[in-house]
């Protein structure tokens, strides 16, 4: 007759400890059901998780020079060629009043009158160069410039529309000395004050100062 072991006996065969020997298999999973849809399986411990992507705000979008700082644009930098033309004019002329001047005696009324010439010549020439510069600055900067620029144009053609005035208000005066060159300087007034007036124009409309105030990066 026998009899069943018993786990304590210590005549009995030895029983084998679960844990050692083979590794068990982890238990294997089920097949997702038809019709079920499987689930992911976790993420390994261990690994660090992927950090969410950071959203970053749309870029704004482009904004395009207004036509009237356009305008204003090319009207400078139409301007500034003149001026210097204007500038080598006046250079030639103060250059040739003082060749005549040293023609004459120091003292006769032709060398004082030539002199007188070429020093008015002279510095108008001066002028119209530092204005040239001005300009033809002024025209490149309204294209990445900021409010400064806009100020400093707007003073500018507030000075050129109030010389134009003057000009014009000259020639109707003292058109009767001046007979026909009284009409030409009139006709350059008036074309003087409509960009002077295009100028202070385009720099105080909204667009105008929109553009002047955009951000930029």
């Not at 992927?50 to 207004?66: H, I, L, R």
């Amino acid at each position: 007759m026998s009899y069943p072991p018993t786990p304590n006996n210590p005549y009995g065969p030895p029983q084998e400890a679960p844990g050692y020997g083979y590794p068990q298999q982890p238990p294997q999973a089920q097949p997702a059901g038809y019709g079920y849809p499987q689930q992911a399986a976790p993420a390994g411990y261990g690994y660090p998780q992927a950090a969410p992507g950071y959203a970053f705000p749309p870029a704004a979008p482009k904004m395009s020079m207004p036509g009237m700082v356009i305008t204003t644009r090319v009207l400078l930098f139409i301007v500034g060629s003149s001026q210097i033309l204007l500038t080598a004019l006046f250079l030639l002329g103060a250059l040739g009043a003082k060749s005549n001047a040293n023609r004459h005696s120091e003292t006769s009324d032709v060398a004082i009158i030539n002199n007188m010439a070429s020093s008015i010549a002279l510095v108008l020439g001066i002028v119209f160069l530092l204005a040239s510069v001005l300009s033809m600055t002024l025209g490149v900067k309204l294209g990445r410039g900021g409010p400064a620029t806009r100020i400093t144009t707007l003073v500018y053609g507030s000075i050129a529309l109030l010389l134009g005035a003057g000009i014009m208000v000259f020639s109707i005066v003292e058109r009767s000395e001046l007979d026909e060159a009284a009409v030409f300087f009139q006709v350059f007034a008036g074309l003087w004050i409509a960009i002077c007036v295009t100028w202070i124009v385009s720099m105080s409309t909204r667009d105008g100062v929109a553009w002047f105030d955009r951000p930029r990066y």
